[in-house]
């Protein structure tokens, strides 16, 4: 199984809108990032990832699970644009935030620290374990 990171801004789309979904989940729509796209298009059910709230809060505060693979994204009619389905999971105990990552030797290689725009981007198994043990998990 692989890991991933979701980032949203929370006055969009927070951790409360996508557990509010149950777990029929939501389309991740409106990626228009090409690298965003196509670690959509590498997910397979199952795989967890991290909910992260971007701009206010700047931190992880949640486990999500894609419950369904790459599809065209319903908020565009041009066809290079594919989105997975995710449903929430459970919330970190304690929220994790971009200068805790940042402040830990362990990820200095993490996606999140050194390319905090990418709205949709792969965790290494070592930096899920770490994140979720940092998080109360």
């Known amino acids: 199984m ?4 979701f980032k949203s801004e929370p006055d969009t789309w927070g951790w409360d809108a996508q557990v509010a979904k149950g777990e029929a989940g939501e389309q991740w729509d409106g990626v228009r990032n090409y690298q965003a796209r196509n670690n959509m ?10 909910f992260y709230h971007s701009n206010q809060g700047k931190e ?13 994204d319903s908020t565009t009619d041009d066809p290079r644009w594919e989105c997975v389905d ?10 994790v935030s971009l200068d805790d990552c940042k402040a830990e030797p362990e ?5 999140l620290v050194n390319n905090s725009r990418l709205s949709v981007q792969p965790v290494s198994d070592a930096e899920w374990a770490l994140i979720c043990k940092m998080g109360g998990l």
């Open 107 to 111: 990820l200095a290689e993490m996606v």
């Open 41 to 50: 298009r590498a997910m397979k059910l199952g795989d967890q990832g991290f």
């Open 2 to 5: 692989a890991h991933w990171l």
């Open 86 to 95: 995710i449903k929430a999971v459970k919330p970190l105990p304690t929220p």
């Open 60 to 72: 992880i505060v949640g486990i999500v699970e894609v419950c369904s693979e790459a599809h065209p």
